[in-house]
């Protein structure tokens, strides 16, 4: 059987993105490792993931002009990931005081509660509740 083990997004630089994902969502660093690319150059390989998830985020730095222009429009501005929170109230409140940045304020959906926000690298997440 297959499985999604790792999504890459693309940011500016791997620290800044690393705090951002542990400290501000509460994500696991699960790697951050020496690595080079494909001729030779020193990397990290850094990967991210929500407490207990098995499909993680490699955070990959941008190289070069062609890799720095995607950083943040990875998905031509649409939302293009979604992390699930039991407690939306607590989640929201602590991204808040953290400056996430919020496109808007919360709202209640059929499917639950829902915010969208941007990442550091300022691509377009939702976080989501369940219903109220």
């Keep these: 059987m297959a499985q999604m083990h790792l999504v890459t997004i693309v940011v500016d630089a791997y620290d800044p993105a690393i705090r951002f994902f ?10 951050d490792s020496p690595s080079t690319t494909n ?6 390989w850094v990967v ?4 207990g ?5 490699l955070l ?12 943040g429009n990875q998905l031509a501005g649409r939302v293009g990931f979604f992390l699930t929170v039991d407690d939306f109230s607590e989640a929201y ?3 808040r005081a953290a400056g996430v940045e919020f496109t ?4 209640s959906e059929p499917y639950g509660q829902v915010v969208v ?4 690298a300022g691509n377009l997440w939702d976080l989501l509740g369940p219903p109220i």
């Design 53 to 57: 998830a098995e499909t993680g985020i």
């Design 117 to 120: 926000f941007r990442d550091i």
């Design 48 to 51: 991210v993931r929500p407490p």
């Design 60 to 71: 990959a730095q941008a190289d070069g002009p062609e890799q720095q222009a995607v950083v």
């Design 104 to 107: 808007s304020d919360p709202r």
């Design 22 to 31: 542990v400290d501000v969502l509460g994500f696991e660093l699960v790697e």
């Design 39 to 44: 001729d030779g150059r020193p990397k990290r």
């Design 93 to 95: 409140e602590r991204m």
